[in-house]
């Protein structure tokens, strides 16, 4: 609420926009900091929990690996304390992940906790194949938001989600979660840089659902997706990809997704924000298994911070992500001008040795 006000004040003031954009990520985090002293904002704002591993579907990109790693799942007890602890810390946003969530068979417990808990803001994610089937349960739960994934259009999406019939019940989704009452219903693409041209297809599909939200991100390699080959977006294919999301915003709600990186004056014609890594400072994300990360982009335990069935969330959220809240910038960085505004792009393609520097967007 209070990010929200100052920037809608600061646009009528030109001159302090341009500083406030040109700084962004050095004052969110150091609105961050002075909350420790004063309790301005509530930290962290948002939290992935992933309930499950398991899938339903196949997909070729999915970054967790789905239905290939064997963990000690969470009980629905253990989880429902997670979310008194996360209500405590005065989370605002909560999304419940995966993995397919709705294969759980306490899932609705867990929905109908958190729906009746003290957090403003409860999303889930689903792929959408089994909402028909849980029309009712979903019904009676409270959802404020939903995210599912469409990829492409038809048999060409089904093939990438390794599920016949996928495309048909993700848009069915939509429908039933608008039908029930969900305010919000977004669908997240992941575009590979040979299939941009796709998107132009699949935006009449978008435009005709009942989506209000579309979000394009570019592919992440890691789990499953890292064994895709041509997965690397160069500068001609970025640019593309702007190009496209330029043209079709007249028309349907899209946008790219806002980890992507600092494109500097770029960001207010593609994305609802400004760039702003919020990985162990506003978000972090916990594992099937109890392990705290700093957000969902990789689950690779390698980079837990605790597990909450060893200390409490608020220990770990207090004693944790010191590499990411005294950071250590790659050498580039230290000479960049723009290092306030973009503070070395995203973690979580930093350390996947991914591309993370948009530098040739910036001059």
Not at 54 to 81: F, G, M, P, W
Not at 277 to 291: F, H, K, Q, T
């Amino acid at each position: 609420m209070i990010l929200s006000n100052i920037e809608r004040l600061i646009r009528f003031f030109p001159f302090i926009r341009r500083y406030y954009l040109k700084h962004y990520s050095d004052i969110r985090f150091i609105l961050f900091k002075v909350s420790k002293i004063l309790p301005i904002l509530k930290f962290p704002r948002y939290i992935h929990l992933l309930v499950t591993f398991d899938c339903n579907l196949n997909c070729r990109q999915c970054q967790v690996d789905a239905n290939r790693r064997k963990v000690n799942t969470l009980t629905s007890q253990e989880i429902i304390h997670v979310i008194k602890e996360i209500e405590e810390a005065g989370v605002r946003h909560l999304i419940i992940t995966g993995g397919e969530p709705l294969i759980r068979k306490d899932i609705f417990d867990i929905l109908r906790y958190a729906g009746e808990s003290g957090i403003p803001r409860i999303t889930l994610a689903t792929n959408g194949y089994l909402v028909e089937k849980y029309r009712k349960e979903l019904s009676d739960v409270r959802i404020d938001r939903v995210v599912t994934s469409i990829d492409d259009v038809g048999e060409r999406n089904d093939s990438l989600r390794g599920k016949k019939g996928a495309f048909k019940k993700t848009l069915e989704a939509l429908d039933i979660f608008k039908e029930i009452g969900v305010q919000e219903r977004v669908v997240n693409t992941t575009v590979l840089p040979d299939k941009i041209s796709h998107m132009a297809d699949l935006a009449k599909v978008i435009a005709l659902s009942s989506a209000t939200r579309w979000i394009l991100g570019l592919l992440i390699p890691v789990g499953r997706a890292n064994s895709i080959d041509n997965r690397i977006f160069e500068d001609k294919e970025c640019l593309e990809l702007i190009n496209l999301i330029k043209r079709l915003r007249p028309i349907v709600p899209v946008e790219l997704n806002s980890h992507t990186g600092y494109l500097k004056d770029f960001y207010e014609d593609i994305t609802s924000e400004p760039f702003f890594c919020r990985a162990g400072i506003e978000v972090c994300s916990i594992n099937p298994d109890g392990e705290v990360l700093p957000c969902n982009i990789t689950s690779d335990n390698q980079f837990s911070q605790g597990n909450i069935r060893e200390k409490s969330f608020k220990t770990i959220w207090k004693e944790g992500f010191k590499e990411l809240r005294n950071p250590k910038f790659p050498h580039d960085c230290d000479r960049c001008e723009f290092l306030s505004a973009c503070r070395g792009g995203c973690w979580g393609y930093r350390v996947l040795n991914d591309r993370y520097c948009y530098e040739n967007f910036c001059i």
